[in-house]
């Protein structure tokens, strides 16, 4: 059973950085593909990156600014976030999707796995 924990999350002035963390137990990170997502408070939860043995996509908003890499040694996806604004504010979530390894999905029902959220406050 995969299990994923992130970290990395926390308080950062606008134009800041953060670079989140999620490390996976129970199976290689390679056997699948990864997302982030975010849910900001009475907002719905959104794409925000995925990665996958094909390739990596971002959603408009962040491309240019987030990196999502993964270190399949150490188990480990990341997130990093430059330049952030207040807008980015959220519960950052990474999922993992064991079914399409090749395929880096927008899709949140795409992903099985989910791990339990970190928050990300960013103030102006």
């Known amino acids: 059973q995969v299990q994923l924990v992130e970290s990395g999350g926390g308080l950062v002035q606008a134009g800041g950085s953060l670079r989140l963390s999620c490390a996976a137990s129970?199976?290689?990170?390679?056997?699948?593909?990864m997302g982030w997502f975010r849910q900001a408070p009475g907002k719905e939860r959104e794409f925000v990156a995925a990665?996958?043995?094909?390739?990596?996509y971002y959603a408009a908003s962040v491309k240019g600014r987030f990196t999502i890499s993964r270190d399949n040694a150490k188990n480990t996806v990341y997130l990093q976030m430059n330049s952030l604004k207040p807008e980015d504010a959220a519960d950052y979530y990474c999922?993992?999707?064991?079914?399409?390894?090749?395929?880096?999905?927008?899709?949140?029902?795409?992903?099985?796995?989910w791990g339990q959220g970190t928050q990300v406050t960013v103030s102006s």
């Open positions: 999922a993992a999707d064991l079914l399409r390894p090749w395929t880096a999905s927008t899709r949140d029902y795409d992903y099985g796995i």
């Open positions: 129970g199976r290689g990170l390679s056997s699948f593909s």
């Open positions: 990665i996958g043995n094909g390739g990596t």
